[in-house]
Nanobody
Framework: QVPLVESGGGSVQAGGSLTLSCAAS????????MGWFRQAPGSEREAVAG???????YSTASVKGRFTISRDNAKKTVYLLLNSLKPEDTAMYYC???????????????????WGQGTQVTVSS
């Protein structure tokens, strides 16, 4: 069983919106930090946003005020609402479980236990 399954990616014009979803199949890691990372071609992977089991949220500066992360514990699903999209947001977005939200190692993706398969977001100008 695949631990994390993302959906919701697509192609939009600049200024548009998308909602990404990540459904978790396991229980052992659902209580950990759930987050989203992204990687554009030729670029390093970067943390986008994370949400702790208690609901505290963290996000990278470039998406603050535009992206919102949330989680539904009953559905074991984490969401990422992407508003005011820019061409530079174009990337493969990955759901991630594990680590301590907001920690240096979490931002580095160093202590992630599970990764999703990725969903592509493409923003045209």
């Amino acid at each position: 069983q695949v631990p994390l399954v993302e959906s919701g990616g697509g192609s939009v014009q600049a200024g548009g919106s998308l909602t990404l979803s990540c459904a978790a199949s396991g229980n052992s890691y659902w209580s950990s930090c759930m987050g989203w990372f992204r990687q554009a071609p030729g670029s390093e992977r970067e943390a986008v946003a994370g949400i702790s089991a208690g609901g505290s949220t963290y996000s990278t500066a470039s998406v603050k005020g535009r992206f919102t992360i949330s989680r539904d514990n009953a559905k074991k699903t984490v969401y990422l609402l992407l508003n005011s999209l820019k061409p530079e947001d174009t990337a493969m977005y990955y759901c991630a479980a594990g680590g301590i939200c907001g920690s240096r190692t979490w931002y580095q993706g160093a202590d992630i236990n599970y990764w999703g398969q990725g969903t592509q977001v493409t923003v045209s100008s």
